[in-house]
């Protein structure tokens, strides 16, 4: 049995020994804990210094990339200012060479004015020789042709400039489907007033409208949609509402007035505001193009009764409005004259054909030759086959070259 001064002594010697390893851990913990925390130290301090390398490099390179944009970029502007200067250069010599051709086109239609060329009029249309034989015989082959019409446009063979005058928009036409001479002409886009001249020297030789014989209809005309056919003169009314009206020229009287059919009409092309209905003729009889709103993006064709003024037929096409200066008729087959705002040269590039035989794919892009404006009006002559255009202010007889359909 232990003494108790002796347990004690052990107990207590047993404790101090625990207090001490106590202590002993917590001195090992804290050196192990500073070497710990030094060694993220330094491996901080070592991530952090290969990071300022990095950045160090891509400062450098920035620098660098910076340099050389700059210097790209000062070459790109020296290169868009010659560019420009040579872009001006350019165009000065444009204009100077568009207003020497303007000029020179000037000098030959005051030539053509002061010594007018005999017309483009075939021989076999002016009645020089009264012979009734010859006559018939130089007949026949245009009442066959009208009897089959199954021609097309291959080509403008030839043009002739007959008159300028201040105006730039109107109408001037001869009777489409008679063996008159007379010619008539509509002076702008809106009157009550049309000029008939005897013959077409007659307006060639003089200047303005002396030699014409005035017609004062009895409704106003708003447009250059109008013709006159077989003796008769075609035209529209727009006030109160879209109005045909069939004026006897010989008479002058109103033979038959009708409302047009379309509603909610647009203008029927985009570069002739002032048409919204455009009336033709061709070897089939009366046509007419417009266009609403319900199909505002692309014309319409009606054929018409000449008699009743009655609406026979009618036909969306695919000839879109927008750039569309004007249109005409050729044996069933619709021709869409286009050009642009800018005003560049006058172009065929859309065709119709009721028929189905011609399409915009087989159809010959064909450009008329001389450039002046704009055309506001052209009228096909299916006796002649020739196109009565209005252009600026230029009167002009486009001369066809026409071709089989059938060899398309």
Known sequence: MLHAPFYSHCLGSSQKMGTL???LAV????VLTVQSQSSFTEYIERRLSAFEDRIAVW???TQRYSTEYREFKNQILALVDSLDKEREEQRRNLDLATSRIERVEREMDYLETKNPAPACVEVEDKF?????DKTLRKKKPKQNKLADCREMIASIKAMKIVKKLETTSGLWTRD?????EKVY????TGNDTIYEFARLRDLTDFSGLMKAKKIRLPYPWAGTGHLVYKGFLYYIRDKPEFQLIKFDLKNQTVIDSAMFPAEQQIPVYSLSPFNYIDLAADEQGLWAMYA?????KNICLARLDPKTLDIEQMWDTPCPIENAENAFVICGTLYVVYNSKLRSRSRIQCVYDVNGIVTNELAPLV????RYGTHSSIKYSPRENYLYAWDDGYQIIYRLAMKQKSEL
């Not at 020089?128 to 009734?132: A, E, V």
């Not at 002409?185 to 702008?188: Q, R, V």
């Open 21 to 23: 390893i106590q202590y």
């Open 27 to 30: 001195v090992f913990a804290v």
């Open 59 to 61: 400062y450098d390179q």
């Open 128 to 132: 020089i020789d009264k012979n009734s």
């Open 176 to 180: 489409l489907m008679s063996d008159s």
């Open 185 to 188: 002409l509509f002076d702008g």
């Open 292 to 296: 609403t709103q319900e199909n505002e």
């Open 367 to 370: 450009y008329f030759p001389k």
